[in-house]
């Protein structure tokens, strides 16, 4: 029972990445999917969260209007579609699942004791 965050790379500023989140051993229908990112010396924060039902969306502010979180629940995945990426981006980014709504969770927090099934995570890294 896992999720398996994939698609980091190098950009440069202003570059697009697409994170998937792909689960295995579950189904994702039940869950509310977030997106957390860890940069080097600071804590995990929320970046983005998808719930199930409705697919209700939620964003920390430092990302709105360029981040952009979406789940097919068909292939088992969720995605984030990063856009105008800054150095302040890279980081290490992680997809966990919790209940079945992101609003009541602990996201975006920087503890998230109700998020389960961690990957090893996706390195994201913004330089010129």
């Known amino acids: 029972v896992q999720l398996q965050a994939s698609g980091g790379g190098s950009v440069q500023p202003g570059g697009s990445l697409r994170l998937s989140c792909a689960a295995s051993?579950?189904?994702?229908?039940?869950?509310?999917i977030g997106w957390f990112r860890q940069a080097p010396g600071k804590e995990r924060k929320g970046v983005s969260c998808?719930?199930?039902?409705?697919?209700?969306?939620y964003y920390a502010d430092s990302v709105k209007g360029r981040f952009t979180i979406s789940r097919d629940n068909a292939k088992n995945t969720v995605y984030l579609q990063m856009n105008s990426l800054k150095p302040e981006d890279t980081a290490l980014y992680y997809c966990?699942?919790?209940?079945?709504?992101?609003?009541?969770?602990?996201?975006?927090?920087?503890?998230?004791?109700?998020?389960?099934?961690w990957g090893q995570g996706t390195l994201v890294t913004v330089s010129s």
């Open positions: 998808i719930s199930s039902g409705d697919g209700s969306t």
């Open positions: 051993g579950f189904t994702l229908d039940n869950h509310a």
């Open positions: 966990a699942r919790t209940g079945p709504l992101c609003r009541g969770s602990s996201w975006p927090g920087t503890h998230h004791p109700d998020f389960g099934s």
